[in-house]
């Protein structure tokens, strides 16, 4: 449950307090669960004093959140996964209470086995884990309804060994159990004969869960458990009970760590453990002799298994600075929606694009208002941590080898970063591939397993363009295939190639999201006159879309007359609330709740329309009463954005807008964005008609499921030259699964030995010129634009002491694209030979080094030969004694981390 704080319920209006304690129960509603007294719910319908009856309600929703925080349990079945209140810290004390009042039962009452009620014939325990929806343990039961109970698990002596909750599910008469590990205290014992009581959820509203926890604390504890036990009847069933250690594995994890989702999985042989648990064999969960995906709940209506899980945190608890709680994924995405979209606690989203300020300290919050301050590294390895934790508790293993894919051009940063916060685990390095190279592995194993590779050693081309949730990739490369004595032999030859760092499903979100607006806002204000449509907002016909951009050189001209729309309706629904940090904070929050409201539907609406092939409309309403065969209905619990008024002043307003968005507006609103992503990537090659040469053009990722892309690229190359599946509702999710399924079979290849694959990536050139200025003022170049990495080289003296020297970066237009500082420590600086230099760094020669001045430094500047960047080395002469300082290398590219959707701007 949410909880609020008095400063955000003093911060909303009567109206919002008002429609929060309805919501709760703590006033009459239409479904109320807490009702404080008839004469109060009385008071809140004559009172006119708005002022006194909302301080009243404040009052009564804290005395709500404090009994139910004090008293209750919750549980949240996320994913699969138990989590209990974090406000509640006594499971010992809850267990031992729990096994007194057996023991009281016992002692009064016989228990005899109830075949009304029937259970898995076994379950397989890991003490290390907990146990989920997922390992599917099921109780039948037509007779007695257990729904939101526990279940006690008892030893051949009697003893508690575990208490699991009792989940109904959708099946007639079934139920799921699950539990906590921390709720499972198994010993060891050859005996796995054990005994599961269950009681009744009587409908008189007796709380057997409420009223343990309450005696738990109690000072009375005897005389409440007699009290219990005279409520309760148990009724138990025999069960076998296999309790095992979690297996360490030689078997490698692989992770696909995105900046929207995240994916991970590994290749499953026979002995990947000695052990197999049967248990997830028979539940599909571990497929041998094959590549397993990672399983995520969606933890909504419908709580599908996913392939992919987003890439979100969500901070649930920092009171404890040891101990901060957080929410991933799914769960973070439900904690959001529960807040309706605008929770006090701290949430991330891309987390990805931290890597070139991966050092910096986030402050964070939770809903309770406390505050800490935590490194982003900190954050990263909880995430990371969260992701190897599902992939054990699914395969019934302890990993210790890791690969985790990459951008190539920031493949080093990445690598030390997970050598840095996983040092438990073994980070593969040596052999591992960037997240370009693994689609294209992809694709061309692809080609191997179906034989369609052509000519035995013949040389072709593929190119790969992979749109993500956050960013789009350019891969290309040359291979050859042969029929080898003992395995297929695969030369493949990658090169750099630029891509879009700032270009992915979250910029058709945002265009989407935008347009929204508009149509709201103008909805709002031309209820009875003219009313805004997408020919208006973009006056280019659809079909001559691509013509436009390629004649006006870029996309943003299209989008001239769509932006100052858009500019006109923050006036009236603001969702910039970085803005509105000095402002007081009722409007904070609402112009806060705009934006992400706007953007979770914009989300829902972009993966209805584009994932459903018989999708061509879609509404917003509170129920399904609209629906038609090609109509999707959106149903939200509720309608709430916040509108200017005459004066100045934000009120909600929560009609639902009739307003029907319809797939052909929709992709008339994208086709110039992504046409011009498509277009920056191949028109250079199409001019030098490169693209001629390439046998194999592959679209990959989240988002290629818009048939723009194929449509875009058609302007080209021709049709049946492009990989493209776009049949079903699955290939969003197997779109992202190529680069994942890449690196296990890369790995799962070099292991088995069929194919001997042999990876180069070639030398790249730099496109860009890098400077720096002397002391006069004047600029010195000293890398070249069009430079091979492996012969770029160049250096610019300084005195000893100095603090910094900035480097320009430069296209070859000579326009500044970043600039870089280097900061100098004299503390770092070790002595070394020549020799020795030379040797590290053949790049450097011995007369450069014997060419420097005594009393002082030449700073060299070397390209980096295996990532995108180049290494900044300090070289000091000093009473003719050489020595180095800190080598430091900076990246060409950091855009990674320059756009942000959440930053309270848009």
């Not at 309804?145 to 109904?168: H, R, S, Y």
């Not at 061509?616 to 709430?640: G, H, I, P």
Request: charged share 30%.
């Amino acid at each position: 449950m949410y909880l609020y704080t008095r400063e955000e319920l003093d911060s909303l209006s009567y109206e919002e307090v008002r429609e929060i304690a309805i919501d709760l129960g703590v006033i009459l509603g239409s479904n109320p669960k807490y009702v404080s007294s008839p004469l109060l719910n009385a008071f809140y319908n004559i009172n006119n004093n708005t002022i006194t009856m909302k301080k009243t309600l404040i009052e009564d929703i804290l005395d709500y959140q404090k009994e139910f925080n004090e008293t209750s349990l919750e549980i949240f079945q996320s994913g699969g996964e138990v989590m209990q209140d974090t406000e509640i810290n006594n499971e010992i004390d809850l267990f031992d209470c729990a096994q007194n009042l057996i023991n009281i039962y016992i002692a009064n009452n016989d228990i005899i086995e109830d075949k009304n009620i029937g259970i898995t014939a076994k379950i397989t325990l890991y003490k290390e884990l907990d146990i989920t929806l997922k390992d599917n343990y099921r109780a039948f039961s037509s007779r007695h309804n257990i729904e939101g109970t526990w279940a006690f698990v008892l030893d051949e002596n009697k003893q508690l060994c575990g208490i699991l909750d009792v989940i109904k599910t959708d099946e007639e008469d079934g139920y799921c159990l699950i539990a906590d590990k921390n709720r499972l205290v198994f010993k060891d014992s050859k005996n796995k004969d054990y005994f599961i009581l269950f009681y009744e959820n009587k409908s008189n509203g007796t709380n057997i869960m409420k009223l343990l926890y309450e005696t738990s604390l109690s000072e009375e504890l005897d005389k409440d458990l007699i009290n219990i036990s005279n409520m309760i009847e148990f009724f138990g069933v025999a069960v076998e009970v296999d309790v095992r250690e979690l297996e360490e594995t030689q078997t490698t994890l692989c992770i696909d760590f995105g900046t929207t989702n995240t994916t991970v999985g590994c290749y499953i042989d026979e002995h990947y453990v000695k052990k197999i648990s049967n248990n997830d064999l028979l539940n599909g969960n571990i497929v041998k002799d094959d590549i397993n995906f990672v399983d995520f709940y969606t933890d909504d209506e419908k709580n599908k298994k996913m392939k992919m899980v987003p890439t979100v945190v969500y901070v649930l608890n920092c009171k404890d600075e040891s101990n901060i709680q957080f929410l991933f994924g799914y769960k973070a995405q439900k904690a959001i929606k529960q807040a309706n979209y605008c929770p006090k606690a701290t949430v991330f989203y891309g987390i990805k694009r931290w890597i070139n300020n991966i050092n910096e300290i986030e402050i964070i919050r939770d809903n309770n208002g406390n505050k800490q301050e935590v490194s982003r590294k900190y954050i990263i390895k909880k995430y990371m941590e969260y992701i190897i934790y599902s992939a054990e508790q699914q395969f019934k293993c302890k990993f210790r080898n890791l690969h985790l894919t990459s951008p190539v051009k920031l493949k080093d940063q990445f690598l030390a970063l997970f050598e840095d916060i996983l040092p438990q685990y073994k980070i593969e390095k040596n052999n591992a591939l960037d997240e370009g190279v693994a689609v294209l592995y992809d694709t061309i194993s692809e080609k191997i397993e179906s034989g369609n590779y052509g000519e035995n050693g013949e040389i072709k081309k593929a190119l790969v363009i992979d749109c993500g949730g956050g960013t789009t990739d350019l891969a290309s490369c040359k291979f050859s295939i042969k029929e080898g004595e003992y395995s297929y032999l695969l030369d493949m030859y990658t090169s750099f190639e630029n891509g879009d760092t700032n270009f992915g499903g979250n910029n058709i979100t945002y265009r989407i999201m935008q347009y929204m607006k508009i149509l709201f806002a103008n909805n709002h204000i031309s209820r009875d006159g003219k009313k805004l449509d997408i020919d208006t907002l973009i006056p280019v016909q659809s079909d001559d879309i691509f013509r436009s951009v390629d004649n006006k050189k870029n996309a943003s001209e299209i989008y001239e007359a769509f932006e100052k729309h858009y500019e006109e309706a923050e006036k009236l629904i603001p969702t910039k609330y970085k803005l509105y940090e000095n402002k007081e904070l009722e409007e904070y929050n609402k112009v806060r709740n705009n934006f992400y409201f706007l953007w979770e539907i914009a989300e829902d609406m972009k993966k209805q329309f584009f994932e459903k092939t018989n999708m061509l409309r879609n509404a917003f309403s509170n129920s399904k009463n609209l629906e038609d065969l090609d109509l999707n209905v959106t149903v939200l619990d509720k309608w709430q954005l916040a509108y200017v008024n005459g004066s100045g002043k934000l009120d909600i307003v929560t009609e639902f807008p009739k307003i029907i968005f319809n797939i052909k507006e929709i992709n008339k609103l994208i086709k110039a964005d992504i046409y011009e992503v498509i277009r920056n990537f191949l028109d250079d090659l199409y001019n030098k008609q490169i693209l001629t040469e390439y046998t194999t053009i592959k679209l990959t990722g989240q988002s290629c499921k818009i048939g723009i892309f194929k449509e875009a690229l058609k302007e080209f190359v021709p049709g049946k030259a492009i990989k493209y599946k776009p049949s079903s509702e699955e290939d969003t999710t197997e779109l992202k699964l190529a680069c994942l399924k890449g690196v296990i079979k890369y790995i799962n290849s070099k292991k088995q030995g069929d194919i001997t694959p042999n990876i180069v990536n070639e030398i790249p050139v730099i496109p860009y010129s890098l400077s720096s200025q002397n002391f006069k003022g004047k600029e010195i170049e000293l890398i070249k634009a069009k430079t091979r990495a492996d012969e770029a080289i160049g250096s610019i003296g300084k005195p000893i002491g100095f603090n910094e020297v900035k480097f320009l970066l430069k296209d070859a237009d000579g326009q500044e694209r970043d600039s870089y500082k280097y900061f100098n420590k004299d503390s770092a600086y070790k002595e070394i030979s020549v020799g020795d230099i030379t040797k590290e760094y053949p790049l450097i020669k011995e007369e450069d080094v014997n060419n420097i001045m005594d009393n002082s430094v030449r700073i060299f500047v070397l390209g980096a030969t295996s990532n995108w960047g180049f290494f900044v080395l300090p070289v000091k002469k000093e009473n003719h004694k050489v020595t180095v300082g800190k080598k430091e290398y900076f990246s060409f590219e950091n855009e990674l981390s320059t756009l942000s959707y959440f930053d309270g701007t848009k």
